[in-house]
């Protein structure tokens, strides 16, 4: 059983500074940048993980997506709603849609990736320092993660788990 609050703070955090009912009572569309995915015994928040290497970077013809300040971001005015990125994230965590209305005869939906951007223009009018998502879940499953200091920690257990492995083998030098 999935709440999908992160799912929907996601949406409502990147309307036009509006709050949920407002953006609902403005018709504006609510759309999640993260999807909640269930499954045998669990579920999972799909969202980007901005990748150190991100595939999705290499693969824009038109260098919309970039990486910087140790996320990957989408620079929206120079995206051609082409998908390459879409294809090759690992993740399935970027989406292209329609900005705009479309004429029927149009050779182009006018799309535009979307995807996590750790809710950087919201954080920074609201004065939050935790994206969206991990303030709205109720069970603390999401969290943004400092990658050098994971790295550390795990480093740290390896070697705890190594010499307590030893502890009881007698090894000559």
């Known amino acids: 059983m999935t709440c999908h609050s992160c799912e929907l703070a996601c949406a409502v955090s990147h309307t036009d500074g509006q709050d949920m009912m407002s953006a609902i ?19 999972m928040p799909m969202q980007c993980r901005q990748c150190e290497d991100a595939p999705c ?11 910087a300040d140790g996320r990957v971001d989408i620079v929206e005015q120079h995206c051609i709603g082409c998908k ?7 993740f399935g965590a970027i989406t292209v849609r329609s900005e705009a209305r479309v004429a029927a005869d149009a050779l182009t939906n006018r799309g535009v ?24 879940c109720p069970t603390q499953a999401i969290r943004v993660v400092n990658l050098d200091a994971y790295r550390t920690a795990l480093r740290a257990a390896r070697a705890r788990e190594i010499a307590q492995s030893h502890r009881h083998m007698r090894i000559p030098f």
């Open 25 to 43: 009572a403005a018709r504006q569309p609510l759309h999640a940048r993260n999807h909640v995915v269930a499954f045998e015994g669990g579920a």
């Open 84 to 90: 390459l990125c879409v294809m090759v994230c690992p």
């Open 113 to 136: 990736a979307k995807k996590c951007d750790l809710c950087v223009d919201w954080r920074a009018a609201h004065g939050k320092s935790e994206p969206a998502c991990v303030e709205a």
């Open 57 to 67: 970077t290499f693969a824009c013809p038109t260098g919309a997506c970039r990486q």
